[in-house]
T-cell receptor, first 113, second 115 residues
Framework: GENVEQHPSTLSVQEGDSAVIKCTYS??????FPWYKQELGKRPQLIID?????GEKKDQRIAVTLNKTAKHFSLHITETQPEDSAVYFC????????????FGKGTKLSVKP | GAGVSQSPSNKVTEKGKDVELRCDPI?????LYWYRQSLGQGLEFLIY????????KSGLPSDRFSAERTGGSVSTLTIQRTQQEDSAVYLC?????????????FGPGTRLTVT
């Protein structure tokens, strides 16, 4: 089955700097990669996702990149703000299959003002 | 509209007691998932339901854990003979279908503390 590794487990950046979180997956057939954000004391929410037919996707200050050959994908946050502080989870799955998402263990991002 | 709700929000129980955790999914969502989140850990998949199909129980950590979903809506996660290592936040999520690319909407979670 699929296995998702996420690094780093914690990340601290200064406001305005960029943050990068990386995930690797094991199942070469996985083709759907969402990212969820969980603010302190709140529930996880989907912030962006990417499918294997594209290499990059952007949404304002957030971007995701995918390297299918190396089986890794990354979340990039530019011009970080204190409200970006949260735990970020990556996940991987086969979009056409029924079933659950396989999540990474999460990255706690702290943005210092 | 109403999101996913869970009850209770907090539960403190003594070791060895049974507990029931409840999840009310978004109306019309046929897929329902249960996850466990221990301190500093990720989202550990436990079980999911899709419509009237048999649930996928592959993530349940032991036979002390069980779940049911009545009428394709409300779900109850039961933990029998609780142990201290069961202490965690239990999250429920629902989606339109059990297709991974359908967004999962999470509930606020139930924080379980086993003393």
């Amino acid at each position: 089955g699929e296995n998702v590794e996420q690094h780093p487990s914690t990340l601290s950046v200064q406001e305005g700097d960029s943050a990068v979180i990386k995930c690797t997956y094991s199942d070469s057939a996985s083709n759907y990669f969402p990212w969820y954000k969980q603010e302190l004391g709140k529930r996880p929410q989907l912030i962006i996702d990417i499918r294997s037919n594209v290499g990059e996707k952007k949404d304002q200050r957030i971007a995701v990149t995918l390297n299918k050959t190396a089986k890794h994908f990354s979340l990039h946050i530019t011009e970080t703000q204190p409200e970006d502080s949260a735990v970020y989870f990556c996940a991987a799955s086969r979009e056409e299959s029924q079933g659950n998402l396989i999540f990474g263990k999460g990255t706690k991002l702290s943005v210092k003002p | 509209g109403a999101g996913v709700s869970q009850s209770p929000s907090n539960k403190v129980t003594e070791k060895g007691k049974d507990v029931e955790l409840r999840c009310d999914p978004i109306s019309g969502h046929t897929a329902l998932y249960w996850y466990r989140q221990s301190l500093g850990q990720g989202l550990e998949f436990l079980i999911y339901f899709q419509g009237n199909s048999a649930p996928d129980k592959s993530g349940l950590p032991s036979d002390r854990f069980s779940a049911e979903r009545t009428g394709g809506s409300v779900s109850t996660l039961t933990i029998q003979r609780t142990q201290q290592e069961d202490s965690a936040v239990y999250l429920c999520a629902s989606s339109l279908a059990d297709i991974p690319s359908y967004e999962q909407y999470f509930g606020p979670g139930t924080r379980l503390t086993v003393t």
